[in-house]
């Protein structure tokens, strides 16, 4: 069992940035591929970026490429989402999942534990 944390959301302006972190509980979180999903009011939860269990390998989706870094401290137990040249259609909840999967994967089915989610405005 994994339990994940969201924070780091917020409200910002357009061209501006926020670095999302997800906690982890428990001595396994270096086990599992780790993702980002958002979800905008009436529209499905859409795959952001997600890393593999050591940080070697990253994705992301085509709309935050160049703009989203996604990293993981695994002494910290924590994954980050570096947001950058924010965007107002970035605007969402965004949430972290864990994936017990050995390859990074960016289906929302893939991924076991999900978090809360923490809301991101950006106004333009």
């Known amino acids: 069992q994994v339990q994940l944390v969201e924070s780091g959301g917020g409200l910002v302006q357009a061209g501006g940035s926020l670095r999302l972190s997800c906690a982890a509980s428990?001595?396994?979180?270096?086990?599992?591929?780790m993702g980002w999903f958002r979800q905008a009011p009436g529209k499905e939860r859409d795959f952001v970026a997600a890393?593999?269990?050591?940080?070697?390998?990253?994705y992301y989706a085509d709309s935050v490429k160049g703009r989203f870094t996604i990293s993981r401290d695994n002494a910290k137990n924590t994954v980050y989402l570096q947001m950058n040249s924010l965007k107002p259609e970035d605007t969402a909840v965004y949430y972290c999942?864990?994936?017990?999967?050995?390859?990074?994967?960016?289906?929302?089915?893939?991924?076991?534990?999900w978090g809360q989610g923490t809301q991101v405005t950006v106004s333009s």
């Open positions: 428990g001595r396994t979180f270096s086990r599992y591929s």
């Open positions: 890393i593999s269990r050591s940080g070697d390998i990253t």
């Open positions: 999942a864990a994936d017990h999967a050995v390859v990074v994967r960016r289906t929302r089915s893939a991924y076991d534990y």
